[in-house]
T-cell receptor, first 115, second 111 residues
Framework: NAGVMQNPRHLVRRRGQEARLRCSPM?????VYWYRQLPEEGLKFMVY????????ESGMPKERFSAEFPKEGPSILRIQQVVRGDSAAYFC?????????????FGSGTRLTVV | DQQVKQNSPSLSVQEGRISILNCDYT??????FLWYKKYPAEGPTFLIS?????DKNEDGRFTVFLNKSAKHLSLHIVPSQPGDSAVYFC??????????FGAGTRLTVKP
């Protein structure tokens, strides 16, 4: 069990390009959460997904950001027309729904740099 | 809205002494609290948790205290070791839903 896998680890995009961040949850975990950490700041909740459903997207910016967790394959966080302010570390976490109180298992993150 | 607050961005202690990290929350619906530890270039890792029905949980050198009336929790590390140097995040959850994190406290343990 390789844990939560995020790729790429580092991503550089020019302003206006699209960024796609992938997250494969731990085996047996059906709940995925995305968090963003801006430089010198804490973890900010973005979105909570289950397979084929967005449960809570209250932390997602209203424009340019979207997330999905398809029936097959990894969860994708997509940022369209990136701007410099999108530069941050994006962390994905997963949990097994039947044991929510074990907390989340985080991936190592994707560091997005917009140039 | 910042429902979970860690007001001390940094803390420095001497090896062998006690480290006390504090966390305050505003949402009275939170019923589960966790502490995560994060090293640079890594994801946060779960450290210790406490349910709202308890006021203390201990795991080795780590103890978490919860004061529900004050909406305050703290993490005690004793004795502190240089390997404990990391950023510590407090997190809270309501009804097993997604967690909200504080801004983190950077702990430095000096040899």
């Amino acid at each position: 069990n390789a844990g939560v896998m995020q790729n790429p680890r580092h991503l550089v995009r020019r302003r206006g390009q699209e960024a796609r961040l992938r997250c494969s949850p731990m085996k047996g975990h059906s709940h995925v959460y995305w968090y963003r950490q801006l430089p010198e700041e804490g973890l900010k909740f973005m979105v909570y997904l289950q397979k084929e459903n967005i449960i809570d997207e209250s932390g997602m910016p209203k424009e340019r950001f979207s997330a999905e967790f398809p029936k097959e394959g990894p969860s994708i966080l997509r940022i369209q027309q990136v701007v410099r302010g999108d530069s941050a570390a994006y962390f994905c976490a997963s949990s097994p729904r039947d044991r929510p109180y074990y907390g989340y298992t985080f991936g190592s993150g994707t560091r997005l740099t917009v140039v | 809205d910042q429902q979970v607050k860690q007001n001390s961005p940094s803390l420095s202690v001497q090896e062998g002494r006690i480290s006390i990290l504090n966390c305050d929350y505003t949402n009275s619906m939170f019923d589960y609290f966790l502490w995560y530890k994060k090293y640079p270039a890594e994801g946060p890792t779960f450290l210790i948790s406490i349910s709202s029905i308890k006021d203390k949980n201990e795991d080795g050198r780590f103890t978490v205290f919860l004061n529900k009336s004050a909406k305050h929790l703290s993490l005690h590390i004793v004795p502190s070791q240089p390997g404990d140097s990391a950023v510590y995040f407090c997190a809270a959850s309501a009804l097993a839903n997604d967690m909200r994190f504080g801004a983190g406290t950077r702990l430095t343990v000096k040899p």
